[in-house]
């Protein structure tokens, strides 16, 4: 099973064009990856989430209709006066299936290491699914600091039974400029992923984001390790998703 994220961010994506996009392709190539295949997951806003799953419930197209919607954010508090945050209880409550914790431009606004994991403890008091973020800034790079960077990320996340359901390795110098990361790059952040998940016997899909289009999806994802990405820019076109998806199929 592969999986392939959209994360539309604050972007305004007209929903019957996007849907139409998406539908063309899959419509005209018979050999789109199956539910069972690729695990398609859109993270929007909450004012897209009850148009568009509207559009997934009663769709006939059983593609479109597997495509699961997240949050791009989770408030880390159970309810009150945080105005402007959402509660897990409150996605839950409306059908959401999970939410993104720890993007790093919510780590820019402000989100500790620790508020991250009590957003994905709040997740999962109401057994809803993560996708965690993780990933090294430019200088952390060139310093040379990447592992101890992200194992302090994977520490402080995973603990009291919190663990990541989707892994997404994303270097920030890579998120939205158009230059993703080597495979070298790649390979040798999955490969410090999975040992601290197999010495903390977690069982988790690792993902790569930053800059994934249709032109580099075949090379990022034929790095070993890799099950799927989780992609920005790319997937507000409902055909360059589609695309992406379908040279995603293992
Ligand atoms: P990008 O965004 O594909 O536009 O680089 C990825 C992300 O923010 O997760």
Redesign the pocket.
């Known amino acids: 099973m592969k999986y392939l994220i959209a ?1 539309w961010k604050m972007n305004s994506v007209n929903l019957d064009l996007w849907e139409q996009e998406f539908l063309d392709f899959i419509n005209s190539n018979k050999d789109f990856p199956q539910p069972n295949e690729v695990k398609l997951i859109v993270c929007l806003n909450l004012y897209d989430y009850y148009v568009f799953s509207e559009k997934i419930n009663t769709s006939k197209n059983p593609i479109f209709k597997n495509i699961s919607l997240y949050a791009q954010d989770v408030s880390r508090h159970e309810e009150g006066a945080f105005t402007g945050q959402i509660s897990s209880k409150f996605l839950q409550k409306i059908g959401i299936k999970g939410s993104i914790v720890g ?1 790093s ?1 919510l780590r820019k606004n402000g989100d500790s290491e620790s508020n991250v994991y009590e957003k994905g403890l709040k997740l999962k008091d109401e057994k809803l699914s993560n996708i965690l ?1 993780i990933g090294e800034d430019l200088e952390t790079l060139k310093n040379h600091n990447k592992k101890s960077f992200l194992l302090n990320q994977l520490e402080a996340f995973c603990k009291n039974g919190v663990k990541p359901d989707l892994l997404a390795y ?1 270097p920030i110098w ?3 400029t158009g230059v993703e990361a080597d495979s070298e790059n790649i390979s040798s952040a999955v490969s410090i992923i999975f040992d601290f998940l197999n010495e903390n016997k977690i069982n988790c899909p690792v993902l790569y ?4 289009s249709t032109t580099n999806i075949e090379e990022i994802i034929s790095i070993p390790g890799l099950e799927g990405c ?5 997937s507000l076109n409902g055909e360059q998703f589609a695309i992406i998806a379908s040279k995603i199929k293992s």
Not at 230 to 234: A, E, I, K, P, R
């Open positions: 994360n993007h431009e973020c994303e890579a998120i939205g984001g930053g800059s994934v989780l992609v920005g820019n790319s």
